[in-house]
């Protein structure tokens, strides 16, 4: 158990609608990590946040949105699903943002049909 | 985005040494390599990191050459549960952040 914890598990949802994804990061992690891995593109870095501002910004689409909390757990809203939205979303959290290994959740898969 | 570049996969007898080799030839001077591997749709899970000295833990040795342009991780004595993806990632330091990029990774299978 990595102490990030990702809700909910699963989920299934029609083309079009919206979504959000829950991270809650390890206790005393500040800086949180989203990640899309879909079957035919692997692990692609979408967003960090630390301590509640934006600090990098990956391969994630305009129809996607995260924020975090000041409480630090991390949401990840995808809006206008489309079939090719389907993957595992993962939630990682470090430390800071520098030089420290991160840790990961188990992920939410989601099923866009 | 990937800055390395490791073998798709990789057979280990169970017992044995499992050595995992990652080239990252554009590796600039602050970036560290780091080692994460994920089993079967599980969350990555991280093994060692290293920026220019070899490293050991509990789980694995980082062998980082002398001039940063590949490393190896060894798994001393691989079990069946080492059968997983091993990723090798370059730590980018940007402006604004931090960022994992992870690559195609090795699939390494553990034989008994």
């Known amino acids: 158990d990595s102490g990030v914890t990702q809700t909910p598990k699963h989920l299934i949802t029609a083309t079009g609608q919206r979504v959000t994804l829950r991270c809650s990061p390890r206790?005393?992690?500040?800086?949180v990590y989203w990640y899309q891995q879909s079957l035919d593109q692997g692990l692609q870095f979408l967003i960090q946040?630390?301590?509640?501002?934006?600090?990098a910004k990956g391969n994630i689409l305009e129809r996607f949105s995260a924020q975090q909390f000041p409480d630090l757990h991390s949401e990840l809203n995808l809006s206008s699903l489309e079939l090719g939205d389907s993957a595992l979303y993962f939630c990682?959290?470090?430390?800071?943002?520098?030089?420290?290994?991160?840790?990961f959740g188990q992920g939410t898969r989601l099923t866009v049909v | 985005d990937a800055k390395t570049t490791q073998p798709t996969s990789m057979d280990c007898a169970e017992g044995r040494a499992a050595n995992l080799p990652c080239n990252h030839s554009?590796?600039?001077?602050?970036?560290?390599v780091y080692w994460y591997r994920q089993i079967h749709s599980q969350g990555p899970q991280y093994i060692i990191h290293?920026?220019?000295n070899n490293e050991t833990n509990e789980m694995a040795s980082l062998i980082i050459t002398e001039d940063r342009k590949s490393s190896t991780l060894i798994l001393p004595h691989a079990t069946l549960r080492d059968t997983a993806v091993y990723y090798c990632?370059?730590?980018?330091?940007?402006?604004?952040?931090?960022?994992?990029?992870f690559g195609t990774g090795t699939s390494l299978t553990v034989i008994p």
């Open positions: 990682a959290s470090s430390v800071e943002a520098g030089r420290t290994e991160a840790f």
């Open positions: 206790s005393g992690d500040l800086s």
């Open positions: 946040y630390y301590n509640g501002e934006e600090r």
């Open positions: 554009t590796i600039s001077g602050n970036e560290y």
């Open positions: 290293g920026l220019k």
């Open positions: 990632i370059v730590r980018v330091l940007t402006n604004t952040g931090n960022q994992f990029y």
